[in-house]
């Protein structure tokens, strides 16, 4: 992925609704998309989630096949690359690039249960055990 696709992947929650259900399905049509939003209780028009995949393959996050009289969409950029760039994002700009600042946040407001405790301990202790 070039440079400039890969800064650009901040996403709306709505258009990452859609690009779950692209992930999910690996190809999916307009109508699908619509389809599977309104089975997730997120009820969206045609013409709007047309609209929001316009704009995602505008910006090079999903490429578009001709199916017949339909298009079929597929993702280009995996969820993980999304969610790199987006914390890489917030972690910036909201936190000034401590992951320290993000983490106090989180366990200061009250983000982090018990049992995500007990998993953040565990994947530290084992990055911990790889450096040491």
């Known amino acids: 992925m070039d440079e400039d696709k890969s800064n650009d992947l901040a996403l709306s929650e709505l258009q990452l609704a859609l690009m779950r259900v692209l992930w999910a399905?690996?190809?999916?049509?307009?109508?699908?998309?619509?389809?599977?939003?309104?089975?997730?209780?997120?009820?969206?028009?045609?013409?709007?989630?047309?609209?929001?995949?316009?704009?995602?393959?505008?910006?090079?996050?999903?490429?578009?096949?001709?199916?017949?009289?339909?298009?079929?969409?597929?993702?280009?950029?995996?969820?993980p690359e999304v969610q790199r760039s987006m914390v890489s994002g917030l972690l910036s700009t909201l936190f000034q690039g401590q992951p320290s600042r993000l983490m106090n946040h989180l366990l200061s407001e009250g983000e982090i249960g018990e049992d995500d405790l007990v998993q953040m301990r565990a994947l530290l202790a084992r990055r911990g055990g790889r450096h040491a």
């Open 25 to 79: 399905r690996g190809e999916a049509s307009t109508a699908e998309v619509v389809e599977a939003l309104h089975e997730a209780g997120r009820p969206l028009a045609h013409t709007t989630v047309a609209t929001l995949l316009t704009r995602l393959e505008k910006r090079g996050l999903i490429s578009a096949s001709r199916d017949g009289r339909q298009l079929r969409y597929r993702a280009v950029v995996d969820e």
